[in-house]
């Protein structure tokens, strides 16, 4: 088949789902991120996308983006993924690349429902712990592991344990 023919199927195939297509392609799993080098992120939301298959922010970084010194301690909910919460905040560093904005993939809205996380609001500052792409190649893209609002941290991979 060729690329035109493919690019055919997939728009109809698009129109059958309801217009889901683009997001779908658009929709990252875990697998495709470096879960060995967890990165932090901060600054306000210029652009928010509440909706399926996961919320998206826009997030503009602070300038200077600094490391917390305590967020090593900072506690984390249990989920029902196997996950090493503190450890993970213990390994995490600031990204080598100089982008000021990144797209932030946050969870499915049910999920996002389920830790009872308020909607983001353009403007909103958070922080966030996540995981981007092999030596940060590609976009400037990070999938949300911790969400840091106000004095609220979410666990994102998974439920509430």
Same mark, same amino acid.
């Given at each position: ?43 306000? +939301?210029? =652009? @928010? ?5 996961? &919320?998206?922010?826009?997030? #503009? /970084? $602070?300038?200077?983006? !600094? ?22 905040? +213990?390994? =995490? @560093? ?5 982008? &000021?904005?990144?797209?932030? #993939? /946050? $969870?499915?809205?049910? !999920? ?50």
């Amino acid at each position: 088949m060729q690329r035109r023919d493919l690019m055919r199927s997939g728009a109809a195939l698009g129109l059958g789902l309801g217009g889901w297509y683009p997001a779908a392609l658009a929709h990252h799993g875990w697998s495709s991120f470096d879960q060995t080098r967890p990165l932090y992120l901060e600054g306000r +939301a210029v =652009a @928010v996308r509440w909706r399926n298959p996961h &919320a998206e922010v826009t997030l #503009e /970084l $602070a300038q200077p983006l !600094r490391l917390p010194a305590d967020l090593a301690q900072r506690p984390v909910p249990a989920q029902m993924a196997p996950v090493d919460g503190p450890a993970l905040l +213990a390994r =995490a @560093v600031l990204p080598t690349r100089r982008d &000021a904005h990144w797209q932030i #993939e /946050l $969870a499915p809205l049910g !999920r996002m429902a389920l830790w009872q996380v308020p909607q983001i609001q353009p403007g909103t500052a958070l922080a966030v712990v996540g995981f981007t792409f092999s030596e940060e190649k590609g976009d400037a893209l990070l999938r949300a592991e911790y969400l840091f609002l106000g004095d609220k941290t979410y666990g994102l991979r998974s439920s509430p344990a």
